[in-house]
């Protein structure tokens, strides 16, 4: 018997708000081919000089495959895109 397929989640981190329309436009063109490769999106950027940082999980699951956190490091103003 196979084990179950962890469902995944990709944490992006960007820099701007431009970056996050960026992000939006490419998840909004893939579509996952299985259920076991949706997942939550989790965005971070940090706040201007404060050195805080803001995470917000998004409501709809997408595609969360080592191909699509390629295709989102691609955008600029993506620093970092990991598969956690």
Do not use: F, N
């Not at 805080?52 to 895109?81: F, N, Q, S, Y």
Request: aromatic share 0%.
């Amino acid at each position: 018997m196979a084990a179950a397929a962890a469902v995944s989640q990709l944490r992006v981190a960007v820099t701007s708000q431009a970056a996050l329309e960026g992000v939006k436009r490419r998840l909004a063109a893939v579509k996952p081919a299985s259920d076991t490769e949706r997942g939550a999106i989790i965005l971070a950027m940090r706040l201007g000089g404060s050195g805080r940082e803001v995470e917000i999980t998004l409501p709809d699951k997408t595609v969360c495959t080592p191909a699509a956190r390629g295709a989102l490091k691609g955008i600029e103003g993506v620093i970092d895109v990991e598969l956690v």
